[in-house]
């Protein structure tokens, strides 16, 4: 057996470690409305869950933020108090965690624990972290109560884990998995029969905590009557694991947010708009709710359908607030606006005696975030001689109709030093084309040496299209873009096209990533004309999980060699390596292609969709990778990667002193370089000045105006790097 099992890995493409080098940049600079966004690379927030945690082991709660639409998690230190965005960590979190995820310490260890949805009910794993690094071990497959039955949750829920008896241990309050009108509160057994809190063992107490029952919207009722004749029913409880969920999400938010020793509620529904709060009038041991309000009373909070809340300290004032955003797994009758669906309520007041400011917004508007699932793709769009980032998208619901646009970033920056100005977000006017789905590539189509436009969309009728318009611009000049024109080929709305010229042959050939896993690819006879030749490119077929798969192609490395790059529902990257053909069979995969700068080089883990554009913005020798998502925003990540670089195994070692300067300032490479020095508007204003390895040189600043400008060190053999320096009068 062991033989056949080594035939099988010998046969296979190689997965190769650190071969590729990529890493997050959140400092390039985008403006939004003339306003210039602080945290522009982050990923956009769509159905947004917000904890705090101590990433980094500082003392200071930092900030965690699962993104259920996307099934991914966001960290963000909390430095000065500000929440700066770190993408070391999500890797280092169970990828079990689904659905909703709640930090709590059930060992009383003063480390937070993860508890997170499983089929089962709720899977634990404790933390037991000791270093950088965090680490955990599964502490329950699923928890369990009374004589082994499943603790179950809806997975569209958020159940509230909260010590409710106040007896130090926490325990679980969900509405009933069934029926979904009353709340089972489950009581943790821990202290009461070992002294200690970390045995994680439950009795249900009873299935009507508080004693009220959800009827409908604004319809809950008090006192046991139930909202059918006779009052209040308790089943009988099937014994072993349940199989039927009830239909809609519910939300639990214990608090007590009165300061009176007991839990009140807070707590929302899948097909209602606002939240509703409950006072308990009763104590710690019996909870009692007698009445409700939509939430806070003088500005509930809500959305078209299922708003939930998440009470911490979130502006670092030492006073937890309310934040709010939308739970829904999905933009049900596409009448969510995604871009605006998270607000922060601060409180003025104390944790005892609240004091809700009305609302405003809260990270999302420091985002770039265009609403549902991004798809960029990057070219001169206005022939200064820089790259300019194009972004088509799911849709936007704009009060009436469900509708996608293209947006135009431009880049105001240089050829060296990128900057991104959204400066027309109707591009082309195919706003009122009633598209959704917009999905833009800038590729040469006719082989005529310029960049085209092709993109895929579905009109109103649900009938999705493949058009082109062709440029009549020379390539100096902005793109002039002809009458669209529709490619003739039978596609899904899910799939994914790029265009490339796959076999070599001159003319411009059609990959397709299906919803179902497979990349497909389509051989171009001429004039546009495209026939399948492969079902399953590069042996990348149906794979349920790596679903919803794209491709791009890119000579990623500098080698001269294309490598064909996909994306998947996995949220991982993978580089195939090896000569393109039509019959493309990799040589090796690349996965672990994201630099961590506390575990070296991991798999990335972005979100069930990551449509990718590559392009050099620095003048590097190297493409830099933009990735969207269908949390309408981006990640931009710098291209760190040596193996096959034709221009050296490194990058030249640069120091510029001092920074800011006046009349002069020293550089110093380690390699014997030549510089250059660019103004931020692109224009070079000295060049040809050499320096020897290991040496400083003085170089004079007479005749510059005060501002920003570049220095690129080249040589030819490693590779170019460009550093900033500040000139002050």
């Known amino acids: 057996m062991r033989r056949i099992a080594l035939l099988v ?33 982050t990923g956009g927030l769509n159905s947004a869950q917000f ?47 689904e659905d909703w995820l709640i930090l709590k310490d059930y060992d009383c260890d003063g480390l937070k624990d993860i508890f997170t949805s499983t089929p089962f009910g709720i899977k634990v794993f404790r933390n037991i972290t000791t270093g950088d690094r965090l680490q955990w071990e599964e502490a329950a497959d699923f928890l369990r109560f009374d004589s082994g039955i499943n603790l179950q949750v809806n997975a569209s829920d958020i159940p509230g884990i ?10 679980i309050l969900s509405y009933r998995f069934s029926t979904a009108s009353t709340i089972d509160y489950y009581k943790n057994t821990s202290i009461e029969t070992t002294g200690e809190c970390g045995a994680l063992t439950f009795i ?3 299935r009507i ?11 809950i009722v008090f006192g046991g009557v139930g909202c059918n004749p006779g009052g209040i029913i308790e089943p009988e409880e099937p014994q072993g694991i349940q199989q039927i969920e009830h239909a809609g999400g519910k939300t639990v938010l214990p608090l007590d947010i009165d300061g009176d020793g007991d839990m009140d509620l807070i707590t929302s529904d899948e097909f209602c708009e606002t939240l509703y709060f409950m006072e308990n009038v009763g104590d710690s041991d019996n909870a009692v709710m007698t009445s409700f309000v939509s939430f806070p009373e003088f500005a509930p909070a809500g959305f078209f359908i299922f708003p939930s809340a998440f009470y911490e300290d979130f502006d670092f004032d030492g006073v937890k607030d309310l934040v709010i955003s939308s739970n829904s797994d999905q933009n049900l009758l596409n009448q969510i606006d995604f871009r605006n669906n998270v607000t922060i309520y601060r409180n003025n007041g104390t944790n005892t005696a609240v004091d809700f400011q009305p609302p405003s917004p809260f990270l999302q508007n420091q985002m770039i975030d265009l609403g549902e699932t991004t798809f960029p793709t990057l070219g001169d769009i206005d022939g200064d001689g820089d790259l300019d980032l194009l972004v088509g998208n799911r849709g936007n619901y704009n009060g009436s109709e469900f509708v996608a646009n293209l947006f135009l970033f431009e880049n105001t920056g240089s050829r ?59 390539s100096d000049q902005s793109i002039s873009l002809g009458e669209q024109q529709t490619i003739s080929l039978s596609l899904d709305e899910d799939d ?4 490339s010229d796959i076999n070599g042959d001159g003319q411009i050939d059609l990959l397709v990533g299906n919803p179902l896993g497979a990349l497909e690819l389509y051989t171009n006879s001429g004039g546009l004309n495209f026939t399948l030749a492969s079902e399953e490119f590069a042996g990348i077929g149906n794979n349920f999980d790596r679903r919803n798969v794209s491709a791009i192609v890119h000579d990623i490395d500098n080698d001269g060699t294309r490598e064909l790059i996909t994306s998947d529902n996995s949220g991982e990257i993978r580089i195939h390596s090896g000569e393109l053909s039509a019959s493309f069979e990799p040589d090796s995969i690349s996965t672990n292609i994201a630099y961590n700068s506390i575990s070296s080089y991991v798999p990335t883990t972005y979100g069930v969709i990551s449509p990718m554009a590559f392009g050099d913005l620095t003048g590097s020798g190297l493409p830099e990778l933009i990735v969207g998502n269908n949390r309408g925003g981006f990640y931009y990540l710098d291209n760190n990667s040596e193996r096959g670089n034709t221009t050296g195994l490194s990058a030249i070692r640069v120091e510029v002193f001092p920074n800011p300067a006046r009349e002069t300032f020293f550089v110093r490479t380690d390699v014997s370089s030549t510089l250059e020095i660019y ?13 020897n390895g290991n040496s400083s040189i003085e170089i004079s600043l007479s005749g510059l105006s005060p501002g920003i400008y570049l220095i690129r060190a080249f040589n030819g053999t490693n590779r170019p790097t460009v550093k900033r320096i500040i000139v002050e009068r």
Request: hydrophobic residues 35%; contains cysteine.
């Open 162 to 171: 909260e010590d409710i008896d106040g007896d130090g241990d926490l325990d």
């Open 51 to 97: 904890l705090k945690f101590d990433l980094n082991h500082d003392g200071t709660e930092d900030l965690v933020i699962y993104h259920r639409i996307s099934k991914e998690l966001t960290t963000f230190l909390a430095i000065n108090n500000e929440y700066v965005f770190n993408a070391d960590y999500p890797s280092m979190f169970p990828p079990e965690v």
């Open 209 to 219: 905590w508080g004693g009220f029952e959800e009827c409908n919207c604004n319809d």
């Open 679 to 691: 103004a931020m508007t692109g224009q070079r204003v000295n060049s040809g000045i050499e320096i």
């Open 9 to 41: 890995l010998l046969v296979l493409p190689t997965l190769v470690s650190a071969q590729y080098q990529f890493r997050s940049n959140t400092d390039i600079p985008v403006t939004l409305d003339d306003s210039e966004l602080m945290l522009p690379w």
């Open 496 to 499: 994914q096209p790029y265009f």
């Open 416 to 474: 060296l030093a990128p900057e991104f100005e959204l400066t027309d977000s109707d591009y082309l006017n195919l706003g009122g084309a009633e598209l959704r789905n917009i999905k833009p590539q800038l590729v040469d189509l006719d082989g005529d040496q310029d960049l085209d436009l092709t993109y895929f969309a579905t009109n109103t009728s649900n009938q999705p299209a493949l058009f082109y318009r062709l440029n009549s611009a020379s």
């Open 204 to 206: 249900r107490e009873t």
